[in-house]
T-cell receptor, first 110, second 114 residues
Framework: EDQVTQSPEALRLQEGESSSLNCSYT??????LFWYRQDPGKGPEFLFT???AGEEKEKERLKATLTKKESFLHITAPKPEDSATYLC???????????FGSGTKLNVKP | ETGVTQTPRHLVMGMTNKKSLKCEQH?????MYWYKQSAKKPLELMFV???????ENNSVPSRFSPECPNSSHLFLHLHTLQPEDSALYLC?????????????FGSGTRLTVV
């Protein structure tokens, strides 16, 4: 059964304190793994797509990596504006739908 | 206007009311989706439409009735809801078969059933 698990559920960081969010997945053939950011009262906003193990993508203070079983979203020297819920989703081959994790709620204190 | 637009942003309704949620996309996508987002739970896929034909109904109760008159518009008709139906309802769109960018989401409708 296709499944996505994110950890931790919530993470509190001080400004500048780097950390990583985890997304573990089980899928019958991975077409793509997606990271989204969701601010309160808004819909998820696309960040990255990863397709194969070993792939990395970067955007400002965020870097996403992928292995055959999990993905990490590394946050380097975070700022308060990075506070949001980060969602991970996987898309299996031959399926036009995504399986989402429950998200990690990140709070960065100044 | 670009992107995916959902209206209303907030909705409070009684259990005997009938209301509708609206979603509109201006991205030229041909697949549209309804998702339910409850606190601390993964997004739950409700319905999928491809080229305005429903291709998936994820065992959603009949008190939720979707309508897709064309590839740009999607509605969710609500009637005799229960308090546990209170949630954020998200509409999304994409190209059929997937996209390098996944879905494009609207801002959602925050529904409260009283």
């Amino acid at each position: 059964e296709d499944q996505v698990t994110q950890s931790p559920e919530a993470l509190r960081l001080q400004e500048g304190e780097s950390s990583s969010l985890n997304c573990s997945y089980t899928v019958s053939g991975l077409r793509g793994l997606f990271w989204y950011r969701q601010d309160p009262g808004k819909g998820p906003e696309f960040l990255f797509t990863l397709y194969s193990a070993g792939e990395e993508k970067e955007k400002e203070r965020l870097k996403a990596t992928l292995t055959k079983k999990e993905s990490f979203l590394h946050i380097t020297a975070p700022k308060p504006e990075d506070s949001a819920t980060y969602l991970c989703a996987v898309q299996p081959y031959n399926f036009n739908k995504f399986y989402f994790g429950s998200g990690t709620k990140l709070n960065v204190k100044p | 206007e670009t992107g995916v637009t959902q209206t209303p942003r907030h909705l409070v309704m009684g259990m005997t009311n009938k209301k509708s949620l609206k979603c509109e996309q201006h991205l030229g996508h041909n697949a549209m989706y309804w998702y339910k987002q409850s606190a601390k739970k993964p997004l739950e896929l409700m319905f999928v439409y491809n080229f305005k034909e429903q291709t998936e109904n994820n065992s959603v109760p009949s008190r939720f009735s979707p309508e897709c008159p064309n590839s740009s518009h999607l509605f969710l008709h609500l009637h005799t809801l229960q308090p546990e139906d209170s949630a954020l309802y998200l509409c999304a769109s994409s190209q059929t078969g997937g996209s390098n960018y996944g879905y494009t989401f609207g801002s959602g409708t925050r529904l409260t059933v009283v």
